[in-house]
């Protein structure tokens, strides 16, 4: 059985589920495309090619195993983006969401149907279908869960709004004794500059105290100001617009004092080491052209 354990985003990494690029199908037609950074990338003929993502992963893969965590894959679906498999479910303490996600992805939930063989089936949690949520949205903190969230009429014509309400309401039930904090994020279905598509396209905990934020990524002001409160205005870097494109604030922490990162992040990266940390810089910009990189394509499954 797999023992699951998260409470935070830093933790040391054991054991996580890595997404894969592994026959992703064709190129998708403009109207196919469900984030505004494919659709950029689609209508100027940039939009990534299988073998160049493939070789991304492995990279990727290649960082976390030198650090002992071990590995699990998705069974590869024929003509299938399993790429990100944060999206499709998320660890909180010992429990396992299953996220109620954009109904043509359900087939994904089912290629890691050898992970979930290993998991107590009532640590398995469905949320209720009014309840709208994504892993990129939830971040498990110590004492708090952050939770990105759109509230907005028009979220039904949002596809980049993926939690609502309901799912926050469903944490804050579920876990009593947690602090759940719901930020309300930036959307656009067609400019990258002006979408957050989850959370942490926009918001990074990195450490203990460190942070990547972007401000505008965030509908309220004050909800910005909060995070820089919490950690401390010395200890945030703040994210430009064009690096939140280029999916700076979507590193992913091996451990406390370990960041993986895109090599093209050069400013964010000397921050990060500025501040002590070890920063495995690869190559990730194929794969972040479709709106998400290196937190996007995990789903961590134990941290001690």
């Known amino acids: 059985m797999l023992p699951l354990k998260i409470y935070n985003e830093t933790a040391p990494l054991k054991v996580v589920l890595l997404g894969t690029a592994t026959s992703i199908g064709p190129i998708p037609i403009p109207e196919e495309a469900y984030d505004p950074n494919s ?19 492995e990279a990727f893969s290649e960082i976390l195993k030198k ?74 903190w110590f004492d708090y869960i952050f939770v990105g969230v759109y509230t907005a009429a028009d979220y039904p014509n949002q596809i980049t ?7 926050v309401a469903f944490l804050a039930s579920f876990f009593p004794d947690k602090k759940v904090k719901s930020f309300e994020l930036k959307k656009s279905n067609t400019n990258p500059y002006e979408n957050a598509l989850h959370l942490d396209c926009c918001f990074q905990p990195i450490g203990t105290h460190n942070a990547l934020v972007h401000p505008d990524g965030f509908l309220n002001p004050e909800e910005y100001q909060w995070i820089v409160d919490y950690f401390g205005a010395d200890n945030v870097l703040e994210i430009t617009k064009d690096e939140l494109v280029m999916m700076g604030c979507n590193v992913f922490s091996i451990n406390s004092t370990v960041v993986v ?11 990060m080491r500025s501040k002590g940390f070890t920063v495995e810089e690869i190559s990730y910009s194929e794969i972040a052209k479709q709106g998400g990189m290196l937190r996007c394509s995990t789903l961590p499954l134990i941290r001690n």
């Open 161 to 167: 709004a993926r939690t609502n309400l309901e799912a």
């Open 67 to 140: 650090y002992q965590v071990e590995v699990i894959r998705p069974e590869v679906i024929e003509d299938c983006n399993q790429i990100f498999s944060r999206d499709i479910a998320f660890v909180i303490e010992d429990f396992l969401f299953r996220s109620n996600i954009l109904p043509h992805r359900e087939e994904e939930f089912e290629a890691i149907k050898h992970v979930l063989d290993q998991i107590d089936p009532a640590k398995c949690i469905r949320l209720p279908e009014e309840a709208h949520i994504e892993g990129g949205d939830v971040m498990p």
């Open 39 to 57: 659709l950029m990338h689609i209508n100027a003929g940039t939009y990534p090619k299988e073998a160049d993502m493939v070789a991304e992963m």
């Open 261 to 271: 990162s895109e090599k093209r992040l050069t400013r964010i990266n000397e921050w």
